[in-house]
């Protein structure tokens, strides 16, 4: 079957770094995407990775193993408003979307 | 990118009865995706809107619940027919592309937030 697993919260504090990370088993792989989403909100599209390696957008980047079935999204200098879900999602060989199921990310003060 | 619209934001309906959601885009996609969304849950795919041709359904869900219509490239419609309590969702209406978007990006509408008493 297909696989996507990732945290189901995790907890940082502002201006700090927070890294969350995604293991995947599709059958096929056609690129990784991380996508935020804010309570209440659809989701955003914030990356895509089809190749092994870092992609670095501002304060967001994201990293792909497709060895490894593994990715991570970093976000640095957290602010409040980072605050939400994000979601990894794979498209599989029938470049169909599987989703995870979110971590949603808190931010202290 | 793609701009999408939905209508109605949000309804609350009576078990039975239906309701046809809206999803309008900017411009001329050729993927237009219906997912749904359970409070704390992540998306499910219902259907892949095809333009001129009957829907795409996923395991689970079936026309006759969820008819779906796709008269052009920026329109669609997700009907939830005979509706129960277990169908409070949210909707949302997605597509892939759109003008100036990569290929690979997939936006989506704001959504619709369905109550069914």
């Known amino acids: 079957g297909q696989n996507i697993d990732q945290p189901t919260e995790m907890t940082a504090t502002e201006g700090a770094i927070v890294q969350i990370n995604c293991t995947y088993q599709t059958s096929g792989f056609n690129g990784l995407f991380w996508y935020q989403q804010h309570a209440g909100e659809a989701p955003t599209f914030l990356s895509y990775?089809?190749l092994d390696g870092l992609e670095e957008k501002g304060r967001f980047s994201s990293f792909l193993s497709r060895s490894k079935g593994y990715s991570y999204l970093l976000l640095k200098e957290l602010q409040m408003k980072d605050s939400a879900s994000y979601l990894c999602a794979v498209l599989d060989s029938n470049y169909q979307l599987i989703w995870g199921a979110g971590t949603k990310l808190i931010i202290k003060p | 990118s793609a701009v999408i619209s939905q209508k109605p934001s949000r309804d609350i309906c009576q078990r039975g009865t239906s309701l046809t959601i809206q999803c309008q885009v900017d411009?001329?996609?050729?993927?237009m995706f219906w997912y749904r969304q359970q409070p704390g849950q992540s998306l499910t795919l219902i259907a892949t809107?095809?333009?001129?041709?009957?829907?795409?359904?996923e395991s689970g869900f079936v026309i006759d619940k969820f008819p779906i219509s796709r008269p052009n490239l920026t329109f669609s419609t997700l009907t939830v027919s005979n509706m129960s309590p277990e169908d409070s969702s949210i909707y949302l209406c997605?597509?892939?592309?759109?003008?100036?978007?990569?290929?690979?990006?997939?936006?989506f509408g704001p959504g619709t937030r369905l109550t069914v008493l």
């Open positions: 997605s597509v892939v592309g759109g003008s100036g978007g990569d290929d690979y990006e997939q936006f």
């Open positions: 809107a095809n333009q001129g041709s009957e829907a795409t359904y």
């Open positions: 411009s001329q996609v050729t993927m």
């Open positions: 990775n089809v």
